[in-house]
């Protein structure tokens, strides 16, 4: 059972233009969200993170916004750059047996950002 | 360096011997979380440990595998009798205690 959910495998933008990546989620418990970048053959990256408390948060190039009405969040990064292109990676901590520290990861998109 | 190290970065074992994965954390964390990736997968949360105190293992299998966190030296993950379904990247990451884990490069084990 899939908590975290990245439907789109991959996605392909142009260098300047808006990257939007998606996660959904299923569990209410969430209670913070985090997106992490990874390079082939690297660890994932930490990006950005969001409270649930939230709604967007912002830090230079990458915004997330959290709608948890809808279990939706998304990484929009602007411009897009060449050097973007990476696997994204949504992570939501918490789960409904109340523990706070374990992250559940989604399967990932990769990001391909063309010159 | 201040990020998490983890080694060896591949490691090559036959079916039936043991692999340790070893991880020191960032420099004042005393936080740490193994994950592991199958390909295609994301990854999966396997066990927390703080210094000599493994706080949840749940993600772990039962058998085989195991970990510590000792009062001096870099955490330990420990997987004895490895099988083929033991090929994976393995991660570890550190935190404060913060939401935010810091991650390591990985160990690729690869099992024959």
């Known amino acids: 059972d899939q908590q975290v959910k990245q439907n789109s495998p991959s996605l392909s933008v142009q260098e300047g233009r808006i990257s939007i990546l998606n996660c959904d989620y299923t569990n209410s418990m969430f209670d913070y969200f985090l997106w992490y970048k990874k390079y082939p053959a690297e660890g994932p990256t930490f990006l950005i993170s969001?409270?649930?408390?939230?709604d967007k948060n912002e830090d230079g190039r990458f915004t997330v916004f959290l709608n948890k009405s809808a279990k939706h969040l998304s990484l929009h990064i602007v411009p897009s750059q060449p050097g973007d292109s990476a696997v994204y990676s949504c992570a939501a901590r918490g789960n409904s047996g109340g523990s706070n520290y374990k992250l559940t990861f989604g399967k990932g998109t990769l990001l391909t950002v063309n010159p | 360096n201040a990020g998490v190290m983890q080694n060896p970065r591949h490691l090559v074992r036959r079916r039936g011997q043991e692999a340790r994965l070893r991880c020191s954390p960032m420099?004042?964390?005393?936080?740490v979380y193994w994950y592991r990736q199958l390909p295609e997968e994301g990854l999966k949360f396997m066990v927390y440990?703080?210094?000599?105190?493994?706080?949840?293992e749940s993600g772990m299998p039962k058998e085989r595998f195991s970990a510590e966190f000792p009062k001096e030296g870099p955490s330990i993950l420990r997987i004895q009798q490895v099988v083929r379904g033991d090929s994976a990247a393995y991660f570890c990451a550190s935190s404060l205690g913060s939401p935010e884990q810091y991650f390591g490069p990985g160990t690729r084990l690869t099992v024959t």
């Open positions: 440990l703080q210094k000599e105190n493994i706080i949840d």
């Open positions: 969001i409270s649930s408390i939230k």
């Open positions: 420099k004042g964390h005393s936080h």
